[in-house]
């Protein structure tokens, strides 16, 4: 779409009459333009750019400008005296001193009551100094702002002003009563203490059942970057905040890295599904980060992966940080994210904003999520999230994919194999009952499916594929309703 460091942001007006159905997005852009804001009229098919919104505190004093980490929103109820359908914008304006490098940063908050074609200095939430690669600075970063029930505005954002107690940095939040006008104390929400770990780039969102999760990065932690998540029943109290939460993780053992995104969307089932999107993985997971890793259990249990729409290129570790998902009416799942350019990878200056739209697949689990009995990952642009796993012949082989569905009932389980040069095909076992003979039939490039009936109970159930006479392919195990209707019906 245009060239931009990263960080996209997007919002759906739905609360504005007169503007519902647009979306806005907001991303940071390399120089001192301040913070871009682009609009779409049709779905995200097609963007134009509207303006650069600008530091109206500093707007006088050069060195100054709304350049970072924008988060872009909208009032779902009021707040203050804004009412319902505001649009709020906040971002990091730094400061530069005079070797042009960045020594101070104050998260601002802006609004629009005319659908972003202007925009009002609202507030500073937090001010901070230091150079990010000073190891004693006093920084502040990241903010993301909700709305509570009762009209509270609350933004969480990175401090790393509490290193004299022991923390590198640590996720925090303040409280506004009168729509960001004003904020109260700040209190801390993760905080390791040991002064190694930085916890960082909180997202939050809201669930089916009302609570909160908030999704976040531990860098410098024992696997560098790995994603967690916390819970909280009013999105003020997350527990104790040396509590790291639940890992996001496949059964396999893969996780995703740095820079996440948390979304849920009515999905799947009464619970929904969850969506968490990062700039990578490890644990075996994809190191380019074009995975997206959901969950349908509001948490419970493994992660499992599908292809994000954008598949971005590698090249540039500033690329990828935070990324864009929206549910389109047609069912599409949009992303916009962040790439290096093919050109110059290495060159953040030239990075991309790409966005993209494709159905997503909840009902299907990666064979290289499974927990694996000799059995290993391997790569293959032909399988659908660009691997797979070879699962070992009988008796040993085999792929444990605990699975969730919302209702009993009989469900079509398709797996999709293919042969290691010897003829075989897999055998399914569901809740420790093995099945009868699959049904098969060919695809192309050298797959197949083989398709069998079974009743699943409510909840988590154990489905086990297990090898054949000879080693075999394993691309995903697919679970669907038998009568086509949804998990949700």
């Not at 929400?189 to 669930?207: S, T």
């Not at 009013?234 to 890992?247: C, F, N, R, T, V």
């Not at 953040?348 to 689990?365: G, K, S, V």
Request: charged share 25%; aromatic share 8%.
């Amino acid at each position: 779409m245009t060239d931009g460091t990263g960080y996209p942001s997007v919002v759906r007006i739905e609360h504005n009459a007169s503007e519902r159905g647009r979306l806005l997005m907001a991303f940071e852009k390399h120089g001192m333009d301040g913070i871009p804001l682009w609009e779409s009229r049709d779905g995200g098919e097609h963007w134009q750019f509207m303006s650069n919104v600008t530091d109206q505190v500093h707007r006088k004093d050069p060195s100054w400008q709304l350049r970072w980490q924008p988060h872009i929103t909208e009032t779902p109820r009021a707040s203050g005296d804004l009412p319902a359908g505001t649009l709020l914008l906040s971002a990091n304006a730094t400061g530069n001193d005079a070797q042009h490098r960045v020594s101070s940063e104050d998260l601002q908050l802006y609004v629009s009551r005319d659908g972003g074609k202007s925009w009002t200095y609202r507030s500073s939430i937090i001010k901070g100094g230091g150079r990010p690669e000073d190891k004693d600075n006093k920084g502040v970063w990241e903010s993301n702002v909700h709305i509570l029930d009762d009209g509270r505005m609350v933004a969480y954002y990175s401090t790393e002003q509490h290193k004299a107690q022991g923390y590198n940095q640590a996720l925090a939040h303040k409280v506004s009563t009168d729509g960001g006008k004003h904020w109260s104390e700040e209190t801390l929400d993760v905080a390791i203490p040991g002064g190694v770990q930085r916890p960082g780039m909180a997202i939050v969102e809201r669930l089916a059942d009302g609570r909160y999760a908030m999704t976040y990065e531990n860098i410098d932690g024992p696997n560098n970057g790995q994603v967690f998540i916390k819970f909280s029943r009013d999105g003020l109290d997350w527990g104790d905040p040396q509590d790291h939460g639940e890992p996001v993780m496949t059964m396999s053992g893969a996780w995703p890295s740095a820079c996440p995104v948390v979304r849920w969307f009515p999905l799947g089932g009464p619970e929904g599904v969850i969506v968490v999107s990062a700039q990578r993985a490890g644990g075996g997971g994809d190191a380019g980060g074009r995975s997206l890793y959901w969950n349908n259990a509001s948490g419970r249990g493994p992660w499992w992966e599908m292809p994000a729409p954008v598949q971005k290129r590698t090249g540039n570790i500033h690329a990828g940080w935070t990324q864009a998902l929206l549910l389109q009416d047609d069912g599409k799942l949009l992303h916009v994210t962040s790439s290096s350019s093919a050109d110059a990878p290495r060159e953040e200056a030239r990075n991309e904003i790409l966005y993209r739209a494709d159905t997503p697949h909840f009902d299907r689990y990666e064979a290289e999520d499974a927990a694996r009995t000799s059995a290993v990952a391997i790569g293959d642009m032909k399988a659908s999230n660009g691997r797979k796993a070879r699962l070992g012949a009988a008796p040993e082989g085999r792929l444990r994919f605990e699975v969730h569905v919302a209702a009993a009932g009989r469900y079509r389980l398709r797996v999709r194999y293919a042969e290691v040069g010897l003829p075989g095909m897999p055998t399914l076992a569901v809740n420790g009952a093995v099945l009868g003979k699959s049904a098969t039939h060919d695809e192309q490039d050298g797959w197949r499916i083989a398709e069998v009936s079974a009743s699943l109970l409510p909840g988590f159930n154990t489905i086990d594929v297990d090898g054949g006479a000879h080693a075999l392919d394993v691309d995903y195990l697919q679970v669907a309703r038998a009568d086509g209707t949804s998990d949700s019906q």
